[in-house]
């Protein structure tokens, strides 16, 4: 028997697991964990998905991991260590950043396993061992997380195309990147079998109507105006969203310093490594008066670890210009104004952090001064998902919200629909799997529309 498991993801957003079994062979694509404060509530929590899925001696050729967001990986932990995994190059680099931090808090380590993680490469069909069965070609898609991947499968004499979480308005989709890369016979014949396909926008179309940019470059535009318009600029976004932290890097002000710390540094070196030489805004910027722009980089006394990361940017053939700013070297740097990439305080316990410090001591200057760019959900300022710490940290300053959905918009998925022409379609990773077929996008293919249901399971014979 040949069928698609959707353990978990089919009538929810985040917490994906999909199983893909061909007779004896098994692979699992995303063993995610609940989106944060969810997982009481959840119909399958984390703790029931990793017992259905590991719990009854099932064997898995492998996992792959379409991206680094933990509604995707987070479980890793929970995986039998026999099974392989797999990410793409650069997603790993970036994650082993990360999870290098996140250990500093936990008591399960996981740098080990993310270190020990096979890659993939877009465009090159994967070698698994015992698979032989399920032919696995990675694309490289666009999405918030970078280095992020669409699967093509081939399985039971069927043609899939798995999307993941994709978009089509960040930096990888420009020049028309995406829909050259669907339309190419190359990896993806025009007819497909079955197109499983993320809708996480479906519930939120007032979101994308309220948000004042619709893409990536126009993100960038208009944050290069409000950094004009003030002196000392907070930015708070995902220290991972890199698409969003480039643009704000390109279209910050040539005189005013682009500051962070050193974590978001090594991640901002990861992803300049990993995507130079495919997205030219992945390269460092030249300023007016053909100077590369510095990034200035928040240190503590006696951390050597910068010159570390400099022998690894020479080595990778990457030249990012720095300028260390110590404890007590502030208003040498930043009196004149800044961009600072920022972060609240998650552990006031242990003292006020950097950031905080620094916003107090501008605020004290003239508050008119003070912006803070918020780049993220904007479910976390209020309501049942309010982040305190996000919250507290914006207090009473100017605001201004700026931010771009890291998922296709429903004009998108219509589109993908249209190019790849499947005979079924599959719903996943969305809270409107049954409505899909009733929206007016997509009246042309509502007999193709195919929500799960309860057991989760598409029988490939169907098609």
């Known amino acids: 028997?040949?069928?698609?498991?959707?353990?978990?993801?089919?009538?929810?957003?985040?917490?994906?697991?999909?199983?893909?079994?061909?007779?004896?062979?098994?692979?699992?694509?995303?063993?995610?964990?609940?989106?944060?404060?969810?997982?009481?509530?959840?119909?399958?929590?984390?703790?029931?998905?990793?017992?259905?899925?590991?719990?009854q001696n099932a064997q898995y050729g492998a996992v792959l991991f379409s991206h680094y967001h933990g509604d995707h990986y987070g479980l890793y932990k929970e995986i039998p260590s026999d099974i392989p995994l797999y990410m793409g190059s650069t997603a790993k680099e970036i994650l082993s950043v990360v999870t290098e931090y996140i250990d500093r808090y936990s008591d399960v380590k996981g740098l080990e396993r993310i270190k020990n993680m096979s890659v993939y490469h877009p465009g090159r069909p994967l070698q698994i061992s015992g698979i032989n069965e399920i032919n696995v070609i990675p694309l490289s898609v666009d999405h918030s997380a970078l280095d992020a991947y669409m699967f093509y499968i081939e399985m039971a004499g069927k043609k899939i195309l798995f999307t993941g979480d994709f978009r089509d308005h960040g930096i990888a989709s420009e020049n028309n990147r995406f829909w050259s890369l669907i339309n190419s016979d190359k990896y993806i014949p025009s007819d497909i079998d079955l197109l499983i396909t993320e809708g996480t926008m479906l519930s939120r179309k007032k979101e994308i109507g309220d948000n004042i940019v619709q893409s990536e470059a126009e993100l960038g535009k208009r944050s290069a105006e409000i950094f004009r318009a003030h002196?000392?600029?907070?930015?708070?976004?995902?220290?991972?969203?890199?698409?969003?932290?480039?643009?704000f890097y390109h279209n910050s002000p040539d005189d005013l310093p682009f500051v962070c710390d050193l974590y978001q540094f090594r991640v901002i070196c990861k992803a300049i490594q990993g995507k130079k030489d495919w997205l030219t805004l992945y390269r460092p910027k030249t300023t007016g008066d053909n100077e590369t722009k510095p990034i200035y980089v928040l240190m503590n006394n006696n951390d050597s670890r910068l010159e570390e990361i400099f022998e690894e940017n020479r080595e990778k053939g990457v030249f990012v210009k720095t300028v260390p700013i110590f404890p007590g070297q502030e208003d040498t740097h930043l009196e004149s104004g800044f961009v600072m990439l920022a972060r609240p305080d998650r552990y006031p316990e242990n003292g006020k952090n950097r950031f905080v410090?620094?916003?107090?001591?501008?605020?004290?200057?003239?508050?008119?001064?003070?912006?803070?760019?918020?780049?993220?959900?904007?479910?976390?300022?209020?309501?049942?998902?309010?982040?305190?710490?996000?919250?507290?940290?914006?207090?009473?300053?100017?605001?201004?919200?700026?931010?771009?959905?890291?998922?296709?918009?429903?004009?998108?998925?219509?589109?993908?629909?249209?190019e790849t022409n499947p005979k079924r379609i599959i719903p996943m990773h969305t809270e409107m799997a049954d409505e899909m077929a009733a929206m007016e996008e997509f009246s042309d293919y509502r007999e193709r529309i195919v929500p799960m249901d309860e057991t989760g399971i598409f029988d490939l014979s169907a098609l």
């Open 231 to 247: 002196k000392y600029n907070f930015v708070l976004v995902s220290s991972t969203n890199l698409d969003s932290i480039i643009e």
């Open 357 to 418: 410090k620094i916003l107090e001591k501008y605020s004290e200057h003239d508050e008119s001064d003070v912006s803070i760019l918020y780049s993220m959900w904007k479910g976390y300022l209020s309501g049942d998902h309010e982040d305190k710490a996000i919250t507290g940290f914006i207090g009473r300053h100017h605001r201004e919200d700026l931010h771009v959905s890291g998922h296709a918009y429903p004009e998108t998925i219509c589109r993908l629909i249209k």
């Open 1 to 55: 028997m040949s069928y698609i498991r959707f353990h978990r993801g089919a009538r929810q957003i985040g917490g994906c697991c999909t199983e893909f079994c061909c007779g004896d062979e098994r692979i699992l694509i995303d063993f995610g964990s609940n989106l944060p404060g969810t997982d009481e509530d959840s119909p399958v929590t984390d703790k029931q998905l990793t017992e259905n899925v590991f719990g």
